[in-house]
């Protein structure tokens, strides 16, 4: 029987796998996911505001931006540096460049209010507090049992 007429389940994965194999060995220009990351975020209802939590490490204050609006929260911020080092003994010079961003849209649960918003950042954790815009009141009420 011919080679061409043997049905193999796994033909195609294989050739998928070394075509990838191929563009993995080509040096290249870094992948756009690693020049733009997401911030992990953690969103925290308190009742009257949402607590958010945003890791930015590498960010410098004045590198971040925050968007916001009663529904969305935007955060924009950028990695931007150079470092230079000399060896006088073995005549080195070595530069470096770092570049990086963050972008990240959040849709906010609950409608805030934007003016109202305070921020705190710190070693690279961002903490927003962010106002509700219709504040739940819980009223007690009695329940008969029938």
Known sequence: MDELDIWDP???IRKQENISRFFDSIPSFPKF???????????????NSLKVTAELPGIKKQDLDIDLTESQLILKGKIDEKKEEKNPKQGYYFKERKFSSYFRAIPLPDEVIAGKAKAEFKDGILELTLPKKHQKK???FKVKVK
């Open 10 to 12: 796994f033909k195609k």
């Open 138 to 140: 819980s009223k007690s």
């Open 33 to 47: 996911d690693s020049m733009i990351r997401q911030p992990l975020v953690d969103i925290k209802d308190t009742g």
